[in-house]
């Protein structure tokens, strides 16, 4: 098996959010899968392979962390499609069936990709007993993200608060089926970017996402909603960092961003 790491949400190698991708034939069983994902250890690993023409998609997709399957990646799903594009293996817009219904990734100039995927339903909700003390910090306000993400959405009152987070990852495990995605208003509106995140997902075996492109299928409509606009571009504030841009079309979010490929090898057990 060929597998690639690819850089997502990014034009630059050793930043934003890794992903191994793997184009197959087929899928193999369950238990390969996740052991290939184990042994590549970044945050989610892409398994693709591709569907006779004329149906709803073009390619199955399928995303798995170090210790689970997930019903939602955006980074690996980026990943996958700038891998399909730059190997020549599919041209023009791709359509990937997935556990989350058919998602799409459309080519765009200068080697960016928007990926169209469902809009996260946000329902506010109570904060849990210990949120504040696992975070280190006052939530403003609690969402749920419904089950295609599966993340407590809290914002907190800056963007210094959200960089100077060290929670207690072991309290947050217990808070929610996924993870937590905190969040703030940019410092400065007039900069390049319109709000900050960072991403806690110790429950499926990833203390901190670097680049999370499902976390902004919530983020996307919050702050389109507080700010009034539904194009913004969100920072978040990993070590790594990355980038993304973000367009609100009711049901749908738009998610851009670039991709590099950093190792092209073999796999050979």
Same mark, same amino acid.
């Given at each position: 098996?060929?597998?690639?790491?690819?850089?997502?949400?990014?034009?630059?190698?050793?930043?934003?959010?890794?992903?191994?991708?793997?184009?197959?034939?087929?899928?193999?069983?369950?238990?390969?899968?996740?052991?290939?994902?184990?042994?590549?250890?970044?945050? !989610?690993?892409?398994?693709?392979?591709?569907?006779? !023409?004329?149906?709803?998609?073009?390619?199955?997709?399928?995303?798995? @962390?170090?210790?689970? !399957?997930?019903?939602?990646?955006?980074?690996?799903?980026?990943?996958?499609?700038?891998?399909?594009?730059? @190997? &020549?293996?599919?041209?023009?817009?791709?359509?990937?069936?997935?556990?989350?219904?058919?998602?799409?990734?459309?080519?765009?100039?200068?080697?960016?990709?928007?990926?169209?995927?469902?809009?996260?339903? =946000?329902?506010?909700?109570?904060?849990?007993?210990?949120? @504040?003390?696992?975070?280190?910090?006052?939530?403003?306000?609690?969402?749920?993200?419904?089950?295609?993400?599966?993340?407590?959405?809290?914002?907190?009152?800056?963007?210094?608060?959200?960089?100077?987070?060290?929670?207690?990852?072991?309290?947050?495990?217990?808070?929610?089926?996924?993870?937590?995605?905190? @969040?703030?208003?940019?410092?400065?509106?007039?900069?390049?970017?319109?709000?900050?995140?960072?991403?806690?997902?110790?429950?499926?075996?990833?203390?901190?996402?670097?680049?999370?492109?499902?976390?902004?299928?919530?983020?996307?409509?919050?702050?389109?909603?507080?700010?009034?606009?539904?194009?913004?571009?969100?920072?978040?504030?990993?070590?790594?960092?990355?980038?993304?841009?973000?367009?609100?079309?009711?049901?749908?979010?738009?998610?851009?961003?670039?991709?590099?490929?950093?190792?092209? &090898?073999? =796999?050979?057990?």
């Amino acid at each position: 098996m060929r597998i690639r790491i690819v850089d997502a949400f990014t034009d630059r190698p050793f930043t934003g959010n890794p992903a191994g991708v793997l184009l197959l034939d087929d899928f193999p069983d369950d238990d390969r899968l996740q052991r290939i994902a184990r042994e590549v250890n970044h945050a !989610e690993t892409a398994f693709a392979h591709r569907l006779p !023409e004329g149906g709803d998609a073009d390619w199955a997709l399928r995303w798995f @962390t170090p210790v689970t !399957e997930v019903a939602m990646c955006g980074h690996a799903t980026l990943a996958t499609a700038h891998v399909l594009r730059t @190997t &020549g293996v599919h041209e023009g817009p791709v359509r990937f069936a997935t556990r989350s219904g058919v998602v799409a990734a459309l080519p765009g100039d200068e080697g960016m990709i928007t990926l169209d995927f469902p809009t996260a339903p =946000l329902t506010p909700v109570a904060a849990p007993p210990g949120l @504040t003390g696992a975070l280190g910090a006052e939530p403003l306000t609690v969402l749920d993200t419904g089950p295609g993400v599966g993340d407590l959405l809290v914002e907190v009152v800056d963007e210094r608060t959200v960089r100077a987070l060290a929670p207690d990852l072991r309290a947050l495990a217990v808070l929610s089926d996924r993870g937590v995605i905190v @969040t703030a208003a940019a410092q400065d509106p007039s900069g390049d970017h319109d709000f900050v995140s960072r991403c806690f997902f110790p429950k499926v075996g990833i203390d901190e996402d670097p680049v999370t492109g499902s976390a902004h299928t919530a983020l996307a409509p919050y702050w389109s909603q507080r700010l009034r606009r539904p194009v913004l571009t969100g920072v978040q504030l990993s070590a790594r960092t990355g980038r993304v841009r973000t367009e609100v079309r009711g049901d749908r979010t738009l998610l851009g961003g670039h991709a590099v490929t950093v190792i092209d &090898g073999e =796999l050979l057990a």
